[in-house]
């Protein structure tokens, strides 16, 4: 199902969408949709507030938006609710900010040429890990592929969007630099999130068929909707997943 304004109903491209900024959940087009919308929205977004937030005894309280930080907007419980629906309809990069877009698609590359390396070893020429000074070439090539991925960039995308994310990428002293390698490690410190890379990974494989070592995905969304409820821990449902891709969750 597609993602709609709360209020009108209207979706991208049609509309561009930002959620609520108290539960980082119910979409809407604009301030005047939010408003007409207001009086009903306030009987649950208490409800969506508390869901992405763990109280503990002591009175402090964490966030369980994903990520919880490194992009503007995270969400809560990204394998079972929105942003599963999103990875699996292709649009986990709709509904975002520009910045947001551009860092995604920048470290699902980098994530993707670390992976490739470690399972299969295999490293492109233009890449890091080929003997390149930066990424840039490689990432290119890979943007290059996901434009021909119908529906997965936001409708906004374009010529000038596409240079303005490779201009971040060579542009030093942040996060996004394609002048730099990243391990998994890295990304669950940027972002705080222990399975946030499997996100970017869902995404890279919806870009290239395939995950590394070639297996499928689908095991390994499962394997994650099922920790995210409680119904595994980590390890308990690695039977589930073929050897390469237990590597790619816990390495």
């Known amino acids: 199902m597609a993602l709609e ?27 005047d949709c939010q408003k007409a919308d207001s009086k009903a929205h306030k009987k649950v977004c208490s409800k969506q507030q508390a869901d992405a937030t ?14 919880p930080k490194g992009l503007e907007h995270g969400v809560a419980h990204p394998f079972t ?14 509904d975002r ?38 990424g840039l070439r490689g990432f290119k090539r890979f943007l ?9 960039l936001p409708p906004w995308w374009d010529a000038k969007k596409k240079k303005e994310c490779e201009t971040l990428g060579m542009t ?11 391990e998994k490690s890295d990304i669950i410190e940027q972002y705080g999130d222990s399975r946030f890379p499997m996100q970017l ?25 099922a920790m995210e409820q409680g119904k595994a821990e980590d390890g308990v449902a690695y039977g589930q997943v073929s050897s390469h891709a237990w590597s790619a969750v816990k390495g």
């Open 97 to 134: 900010s520009e910045r947001d877009v551009y860092g995604l698609l920048i470290d699902a590359y980098r994530l993707r040429v670390e992976d490739m390396y470690n399972i299969e070893g295999e490293a492109d020429t233009d890449s890091i890990y080929g003997g390149a000074a930066n």
């Open 201 to 225: 990974r869902m995404f890279a494989e919806s870009v290239y068929g395939r995950a590394p070592g070639g297996t499928s995905g689908t095991a390994m969304r499962q394997m994650m909707v």
């Open 172 to 182: 030093p002293s942040q996060w996004h630099d394609l002048r730099c390698a990243v």
């Open 5 to 31: 304004c709360n209020s009108c109903k209207k979706s991208p491209p049609e509309v561009a969408l930002k959620r609520c900024a108290k539960c980082s959940t119910t979409p809407y087009c604009s301030r």
């Open 144 to 152: 290059g592929r996901v434009e021909r991925c119908p529906g997965l």
């Open 81 to 94: 609710r929105l942003e599963f629906t999103r990875l699996e309809n292709r649009t986990w990069l709709h």
């Open 54 to 67: 763990t109280s503990f005894q002591d009175g402090s309280t964490t966030t369980n938006l994903s990520p």
